[in-house]
RNA sequence: GGUGAGGUGGCAGAGUGGUUAUGCGUUCGCCUGCAGAGCGAAUUUAUAGGGGUUCGAAUCCCUUCCUCACCUCCA
């Protein structure tokens, strides 16, 4: 599999001779998340899918930032302790990504968590000489990384020359970052050059070096973070071990609404929670893997409605291959026996495989996957959908749900058996042509989301999900 | 100002030298008791503008214009 490398910016094969490791910088646990974070940790869920439907080992690491001035700042709006905001928010972080069908992560490991990794790191790059204490704090000094600015690009001078920094004095580059920041008030922690916090970047570089090790396969995160967060984690991580930070660096587009970045600054932000109730599960992942992973993709309702319509063929045609007729009631034309299906089926399930093994290009997938859908849909449009077709695409089409995290809920027992009941009496009308009648009961189903499909001498159903935006 | 990514039909979105992907939308038929799903046909012979290379370019080169992101916290 080929994976764009903003680092050598260049696709590179992913290593899977062993297990495959991958980091994602999680969210800082201040507020409630919005759909731009769940795009990118979608992205990373479902290439996790991925992999392991293929058989790989994987090991995801997603933290936490419970350390931060926003948290701080927070808390003191709010009066509370900066522990009952991060549990807080960490709490919902789970309740919605579980809402999303997110698989929870191998560990999240949180910041505080890690402060005597940290400062081991930190001795150690000062030991080294990378780093220094000032007044303020301990200071990675970015003159002494030749390749700083590696992975964004920049160069050093022209950093300084649109440095829209202000200007510490205390430090000797102006480009150079905190690694402790000294600290009177709390939260704070002890450390051998006077207590305060960790800097931002120091986290991740610790986390991933104890949990991953050194040179793991794909350390992921949004675009924005780039600069100046993965800058300068390489910088640290690699002055520290002398080795190779991570193989692939993989970042995900933004979300834009109306064109611009969604974010809390511009007040645009569409929560976590909001969207959830607006469109559920299924569309906002459709819709967050209906472009590519490196582009932004813009938040419009009007292409969430198109991917309503696209669910609604996928509930379909899931009805109809757990419903199939029995092969000896169907009578396929030759062009659509199963040994023409078949093979169809499968080289549409290769294109898909092979779509996402190229960069992981999600919206070619999402063709193939709908290519099976429609291709079952018109043979059922014909009652075509008899049992050996069934039991060859089924599989396949469960792999391919379960890859992308989409999940067809069911109606419990009693409500099938309701339901179940109405359709033989509504059957009976209509094998008494009393079509009024029957309408009224098919009516009635509508009204609690279940739709209807008349075959020849059966009726299937389909219990939809229920989108609280659809028309 | 610097750096990076882009500009494809009404919309979304692939394709990186040589059969006008594909989906959605719209229109008209067909199927159906009516629907759902589906089928057929039509809609625009799309590739930001201008140059160039080539037998041939959306695809390579030059140039102009435009958009977005990053350069401060950000997924």
């Not at 690694?179 to 709390?186: G, S």
């Not at 009805?319 to 089926?345: A, F, G, M």
Request: aromatic share 10%; with cysteine; hydrophobic share 35%.
């Amino acid at each position: 599999m080929k994976i764009f490398d903003t680092l050598s910016a260049a696709e590179k094969e992913l290593d899977i001779s062993g297990i495959v490791r991958i980091y994602v910088c999680g969210v800082t646990v201040y507020d409630e998340s919005h759909i731009g974070h769940a795009r990118t940790i979608i992205v990373f869920d479902t290439l996790r899918r991925f992999l392991e439907s293929d058989g790989l080992k994987v090991k995801f690491i997603q933290n936490f930032t419970d350390v931060d001035d926003k948290i701080i700042n927070r808390a003191k709006a709010e009066n509370a302790s900066a522990d009952t905001i991060t549990t807080k928010y960490i709490a919902s972080y789970f309740d919605e990504f579980d809402r999303l069908n997110v698989k929870r992560a191998d560990s999240y490991p949180k910041a505080t968590e890690h402060i005597n990794d940290m400062i081991s790191l930190i001795k150690g790059l000062i030991d080294k000489d990378f780093a220094y204490v000032s007044k303020n704090g301990v200071y990675f000094s970015v003159s002494k990384f030749k390749e700083y600015g590696k992975l964004s690009k920049k160069k050093i001078d022209e950093l300084i020359a649109g440095a829209r920094v202000e200007v510490d004095e205390t430090k000797r580059d102006p480009l150079d970052f905190a690694l402790w920041k000294f600290a009177d008030d709390y939260p704070r922690w002890e450390s051998p050059w006077g207590h305060g916090r960790p800097g931002w970047h120091i986290e991740c570089s610790a986390m991933c070096l104890k949990h991953l090790g050194s040179d793991f396969e794909i350390h992921g995160g949004g675009r924005d973070l780039i600069f100046p967060h993965h800058e300068n984690e390489i910088a640290q991580s690699e002055c520290y071990t002398g080795r190779n930070f991570a193989k692939i660096w993989m970042h995900v587009g933004m979300v834009t609404i109306k064109g611009e970045k969604m974010s809390k600054s511009l007040g645009n932000t569409k929560s976590v929670d909001f969207v959830l109730k607006k469109w559920g599960p299924n569309i906002i992942r459709l819709f967050c893997l209906s472009g590519h992973y490196s582009k932004p993709i813009d938040y419009s309702e009007d292409l969430l409605k198109e991917t309503i319509a696209k669910w609604r063929q996928v509930e379909n045609c899931y009805v109809e291959l757990t419903h199939p007729e029995k092969d000896e009631l169907s009578n396929p034309p030759p062009n659509l026996n199963i040994k023409v299906i078949q093979p169809k089926i499968a080289l549409y399930k290769e294109n898909f495989n092979d779509a996402l093994k190229s960069d992981f290009n999600t919206p070619l997938a999402l063709n193939f996957f709908f290519s099976i859908v429609n291709e079952v849909n018109n043979l059922a449009a014909h009652d075509f959908v008899t049992e050996s077709i069934s039991n060859s695409i089924l599989p396949e089409f469960k792999k391919i749900l379960e890859v992308l995290g989409l999940k067809i809920t069911e109606p419990p027992h009693e409500e099938s058996n309701r339901i179940e009941e109405l359709i033989a009496k509504r059957n009976a009308f209509r094998t008494q042509k009393k079509y009024q009648e029957a309408d009224v009961i098919r009516e009635q189903l509508e009204h609690v989301g279940v739709i209807l499909i008349d075959h020849k001498g059966r009726t299937l159903w389909i219990k939809q999900e229920k989108i609280c935006s659809e028309v």
